[in-house]
């Protein structure tokens, strides 16, 4: 009885896991405008995430451009979008095989040995993901505080940790907590 309710904690957080690590790949707020000066009129806000800038005038009006060229786009930014890619693909899957396998265990007669093999798999691709969505959020995080008190960096261009890398935070300790279990 134990197995099986760590099994569906394990389900529901990877599937959680999964839905986050969608949702921080796809959000355009991994860096948003600082308002580091006196200046408490603020008109804009500016977005910066892996697909797409987005500027918000006076929260009435939201404007999105995509990136033009991915050549153009800086290496560490062309490395994080294909690490947040890869980690999505992978957290479908692991959601996945967590699903067969927790159907084959709930039929099995077999007992504790009778654990499937894809429970095993499911928890190891979760640990993968969770450590493939924890390497550009908190690589993008570091750079952002980093930046943020640096004196050379002019104050236009300071920025804050956006929402995406909270939400990305989250997904990480889900899926790793998801295959913690499973494993």
Known sequence: ????????????????????????????QWRVSAYVDGNIVVFETIWEGLWMDCISQLGIRLQCKFYDSVLALPPPLEAFRALMCIAAGLSIASFLMAIVGVKY????KEGP????????????AFLLTGTLVL???????????RDFYDPEVP??????LGAALYVGW?????????GAMYC
């Open 1 to 28: 009885m134990a197995c099986c309710v760590l099994q569906l904690t394990g389900l529901i957080f990877g599937g959680v896991g999964m839905v986050g690590t969608l949702a921080a790949t796809a959000m355009p």
């Open 105 to 108: 265990t709930q039929r099995s």
């Open 113 to 124: 040995q009778g654990i499937s093999v894809f429970i095993l798999a499911a928890g190891v």
């Open 135 to 145: 390497v550009p959020v908190s690589w993008t995080g570091g750079s952002i505080i």
């Open 155 to 160: 104050a236009p261009l300071k920025r804050e």
């Open 170 to 178: 989250g997904s990480t300790a889900l899926l790793l907590a998801a």
